[in-house]
């Protein structure tokens, strides 16, 4: 139980809108090989929890974020959200 609430009740460091018309896919990993978790629609606020850099599959850094999308997290990326 305790490891349920400290999962589901992390802090949210700001919310973000998807910019993307045709929405934007929620991923399982900050890569856009990995599997897609949702489909996030345009226009649509979610809460980033983790903001990182990281490796891409192409080679150059990129920045991802760790959100909490009506419940389910997954990973994002920042080239397809506007912060709030």
Known sequence: MAAW???HSRPTL???R???????????EPATSAEVAAKIPYF???KVITDSTVQTDAG???RWYEVNYDGS???VSAKHVKKL
């Open 18 to 28: 998807v910019t993307s018309k045709t929405g934007l896919n929620m991923r399982e």
């Open 5 to 7: 609430i400290a999962l």
């Open 44 to 46: 649509e606020t979610i």
């Open 73 to 75: 997290f997954g990973w």
């Open 60 to 62: 150059p850094m990129e």
């Open 14 to 16: 700001y919310s973000v």
